[in-house]
């Protein structure tokens, strides 16, 4: 297992979700919210939307990303409010549905060992919304792919893929990198 070499760090949040933590920076996060859905869309990705603060934001299922069936029941109690990073203009916010509540951790590199992602997860599970697999204190994390995430829902909303009103595509507009440090870098310079 590898470490992140670094000495610096990192506020973050454990987003639990159906049998798994993501692992997120904490200023890429808005707000943690109790709601419900506002309305609702069909799609495994976009759960639907939530209203927070006089908008009405798209709210995702990461579960649904990966593949897995979601209980005809499924109810979520909180949502983080994500701040959206690759086509803000279209996309400023987004929410991830919560199966519990989140908890901050203050992380150094040396604390977060970088797992194989081909050897990790379950079968027939679709990899494309992780960036990496990493474990903390034993426990297995995802890191989420932001681009990937994001060009999924607003083409679940927008149902053309194009990130921007002008066309500029994902590669046009998207951060360089997808570590935790390059998004902890890219919410610093978006927020309000």
């Given at each position: 297992m590898k470490t992140i070499?670094?000495?610096s760090?990192?506020p973050?949040l454990?987003?639990?979700i159906?049998?798994?933590?993501?692992?997120?920076p904490?200023?890429c996060?808005a707000?943690v919210?109790n709601?419900g859905?506002?309305?609702a869309?069909?799609?495994?990705?976009?759960?639907?939307?939530l209203?927070?603060?006089d908008?009405?934001?798209?709210?995702?299922s990461?579960?649904?990303?990966?593949g897995?069936?979601l209980?005809?029941d499924?109810?979520f109690?909180?949502a983080?409010?994500?701040?959206?990073?690759s086509a803000?203009?279209?996309?400023p916010?987004f929410?991830?549905?919560l199966a519990?509540m989140p908890?901050?951790?203050?992380l150094?590199?040396?604390?977060?060992?970088?797992?194989?992602?081909?050897k990790?997860?379950?079968a027939?599970?679709?990899?494309d919304?992780i960036?990496?697999?990493?474990?903390?204190?034993?426990i297995?994390?995802?890191?989420p792919?932001?681009?990937?995430?994001e060009?999924?829902?607003?083409?679940?909303l927008?149902?053309?893929?194009?990130?921007?009103e002008?066309?500029d595509?994902v590669?046009?507009?998207?951060?360089?990198g997808?570590?935790?440090?390059n998004l902890s870098?890219s919410?610093?310079?978006k927020d309000?």
């Amino acid at each position: 297992m590898k470490t992140i070499a670094d000495s610096s760090q990192l506020p973050c949040l454990m987003l639990p979700i159906d049998r798994n933590l993501l692992l997120v920076p904490n200023n890429c996060v808005a707000e943690v919210v109790n709601s419900g859905l506002a309305s609702a869309i069909a799609s495994s990705v976009t759960l639907g939307t939530l209203q927070w603060r006089d908008n009405e934001v798209p709210i995702v299922s990461v579960e649904g990303m990966l593949g897995r069936t979601l209980p005809r029941d499924y109810q979520f109690k909180q949502a983080a409010i994500v701040i959206g990073l690759s086509a803000p203009e279209r996309l400023p916010y987004f929410a991830i549905a919560l199966a519990g509540m989140p908890r901050l951790r203050n992380l150094s590199p040396a604390e977060v060992g970088l797992l194989d992602i081909s050897k990790s997860g379950s079968a027939g599970e679709k990899e494309d919304v992780i960036q990496s697999r990493v474990q903390v204190d034993g426990i297995e994390m995802l890191v989420p792919d932001w681009e990937y995430l994001e060009r999924q829902i607003l083409q679940t909303l927008y149902g053309d893929g194009s990130w921007s009103e002008d066309g500029d595509s994902v590669e046009d507009q998207s951060p360089e990198g997808q570590s935790i440090e390059n998004l902890s870098d890219s919410a610093e310079n978006k927020d309000h």
